[in-house]
């Protein structure tokens, strides 16, 4: 998994297992879960994102990220095709 297209600008996410420490010890806090969704649904790779997030939990918040129209479009889409 390539982090650092996703956090170029945070070198201890880069580390995929402390992404996942990090993102399941503050699951509970909305704010920074969806900061990192948002990141991963700009930035990563299909693939790479589904590695961390479930198509539910896309489709829980996709509305609720601050993404772009074109980013939205595509993770909609494919949301659609992967039920």
Avoid: C, G, H
């Avoid at 297992?17 to 704010?31: A, G, P, T, V």
């Avoid at 790479?48 to 198509?55: A, N, Q, S, Y």
């Amino acid at each position: 998994m390539n982090l650092k297209n996703v956090f170029w600008d945070y070198s201890d996410f880069q580390d995929e297992q402390n992404l996942i420490k990090f993102l399941n010890n503050n699951r509970n806090n909305e704010k920074v879960y969806l900061w990192i969704l948002s990141r991963f649904l700009e930035r990563a790779s299909v693939a790479d994102t589904l590695k961390i997030f479930t198509i539910s939990e896309i489709e829980e918040f996709i509305d609720k990220v601050k993404i772009s129209p074109k980013a939205r479009k595509k993770w909609k889409r494919i949301i659609q095709l992967k039920k």
